[in-house]
């Protein structure tokens, strides 16, 4: 019979054996299972792009509050810059400065006359991926939305639905600001939301001057930048004859809704599901 110590000892040579043997036999399989292209550590997720909301006239950026809350549950970054709604030239050149703050991809989205200051405001600025019009004007060099507006019958703007308000301008002159009457809140502009969104809509909203209204767009970003384009084919505000043509002719890919003009706030699922796909072609 051994000794006992030497049994100990044979006893310990076996179990570090068999330790260094599990060792590889683990090590082993852990390759075995491995992609050969794995370094032991998930590759980061690829930053989801910016959204930039632009609003239009009559409008303001809280009337983007149910596509804000939507995005920021699917992770995006966010930002609704309020429009200066005062000159085409100047808004833009203002929505620019917000563009340039932002660093990686933005998919940048325009309602109404956000269109044309996206149009504009996107030229020049490299990470802007996508264009995306909700309602919007997506006008051409040299158009405004006053040549526009007439182009196909159906836009209930006008005396009708909008009251004129003086302003004063910085070198001591007049200018004009247009805003909704209740009736045109209803009708050309909110016809498919509650009268207590109607009544919201009309006590909060921000007019928009003539000058902007007649402003000529420079050259559109939409020649170089992929659009994305949100028919609303209810609305009394752009007919959508009007808005098919911009859309075609920008050579975007258009969807279409059964809404008023504020698709945001009768449809604003909608809204989200073009900003996703427009937000897939640039992650």
């Known amino acids: ?49 910016t959204i930039v909301l632009v609003h239009g006239g009559w409008d303001n950026s809280s009337g983007w509050d149910p596509v804000v809350t939507a995005l920021h549950r699917r992770g995006f970054p966010v930002i609704a810059p309020a429009d200066p709604l005062r000159d085409l030239a100047a808004d833009s050149a203002y929505i620019r400065s917000v563009l ?22 996107a030229v020049g600025v490299p990470n802007v991926k996508a264009l995306v019009y909700a ?42 600001d247009l805003y909704l009457t209740r009736h045109g809140v209803a009708t050309a502009f909110a016809a498919d939301v509650s009268p207590a969104v109607q009544e919201q ?5 921000r007019p928009f001057s003539v000058d902007a209204f007649n402003s000529k767009s420079g050259a559109p970003a939409w020649k170089t930048i992929p659009s994305w384009y949100l028919v609303t084919t209810k609305d009394k505000a752009i007919p959508p004859a009007t808005q098919l043509f911009m859309a075609k002719r920008a050579h975007a890919r258009i969807t279409k809704v059964s809404s008023s003009h504020v698709v945001m706030y009768s449809h604003p699922d909608r809204v989200v599901d073009i900003i996703l796909n427009a937000a897939k072609s640039v992650s």
């Open 1 to 49: 019979m051994s000794p006992p110590h030497r049994l100990a000892t044979a006893s310990r040579r076996l179990t570090i054996g068999l330790v260094i043997t599990l060792a590889a036999v683990l090590g082993f399989g852990t390759a075995a299972f491995a992609s050969p292209h794995d370094s032991g550590q998930r590759k980061p997720e690829t930053p989801k792009p």
């Open 100 to 121: 340039e703050t932002i660093k990686g991809p933005i998919v940048l989205v325009g309602h109404s006359y956000g269109g044309a200051v996206i149009t504009n405001a």
């Open 135 to 176: 309602a919007g004007w997506a006008l051409d060099r040299n158009e405004s939305i006053g040549s526009l507006i007439t182009k196909f019958p159906g836009s209930l703007i006008g005396p009708a639905t909008t009251i004129g308000r003086p302003y004063p301008l910085h070198d001591g002159s007049q200018g004009t």
């Open 201 to 205: 809509i009309f006590a909060t909203q």
